[in-house]
């Protein structure tokens, strides 16, 4: 990703009155970037930890950590 690429994420991401949710980007990432993992891949989700109740995509999670070469 690039520094153009990566700040128009963050441009995107709403501050106020909004709970940690990972279902939803760990989705849309898995649709859009996933396949291009691969064994020469180092990815770094980062977050707060929390998903306040709503579900995890832990197997999605799972399964894009075991595409990468470290996650």
Do not use: H
């Not at 949710?21 to 291009?36: C, F, H, N, T, W």
């Not at 064994?39 to 799972?62: Q, V």
């Amino acid at each position: 990703m690039s520094y153009g690429e990566l700040t128009e994420v963050l441009r995107k991401v709403p501050t106020i009155g909004v709970y940690s949710d990972y279902s939803k980007p760990l989705r849309e990432y898995k649709a859009k970037q996933g396949q291009q993992l691969n064994k020469r891949t180092i990815m770094l989700w980062m977050g707060d930890a929390r998903n306040n109740y709503l579900p995890s995509e832990e197997k999605i999670f799972k399964d894009l950590c075991r595409r990468a070469k470290k996650c």
